[in-house]
């Protein structure tokens, strides 16, 4: 199979995008999948929306509830935690809009959190990363030199992989960077990578 097209007909026709959400496809059918899959936004849709129906099927995870203290004493202290609070929140909003910052930017981690590796192989890009305790879903975005974001994907994977097909406007640029970062289940941004420049193989 890793020598035929993959069409979107066939995908429906062999229920392509199921078995590979199941780990159902073997390695060659599997990397096949996701060469058509990562340049065609239809069945790029399809993933994602696999990927998230089982998430929200998984059973959740129940935290033993907190023991509470027999007695509640009022003190001091806890008034002036509660005033830092919040003064803190206010300060944390007045930059979100203020300054024009995306809730979703926001970053609860360190801002060089995930390591991340990138290497071509021939004409394929590859990369790949270090998995964040906490993040779900793993954002890949690709910039132009002057920060327009050409490509943006998102993935449970610690890894993406672009052959030369699904590179489209990456291929036009000749200065790229790279970025990976972490989200959890509220679309909260718990780390990121720093912004890597691409060097691409020189033409023989």
Known sequence: MSETTITCELVDQRDLDTRYLAGRLDEAEAEAFEAHYFGCDRCWGLVRQGQAV????????????????????STPWLALAASLAVLAGGLQLWRVIGGRQRPEDTVRGPSDSL?????????????????????????????????????????????????????????????????????????QLRGRSGQRPIARPPKI
């Open 54 to 73: 089982k998430a929200a099927l998984a059973p959740p995870v129940v935290s033993a509830p907190r023991a509470l203290p027999a007695t509640r004493r």
């Open 115 to 187: 390591q991340l590796v990138v290497e071509f192989r021939g004409d394929t890009l590859l990369a790949s990363w270090s998995r964040l305790p906490g993040a779900t879903t793993y954002r890949t975005r690709f910039y132009s030199e002057d920060g327009v974001v050409l490509l943006e994907r998102e993935s449970a994977e610690t890894s993406l992989v672009l052959p030369p097909g699904a590179q489209g406007r990456l291929v036009r640029e000749t200065s790229l960077l790279m970025q990976v970062q972490a989200l959890d289940d509220l679309r």
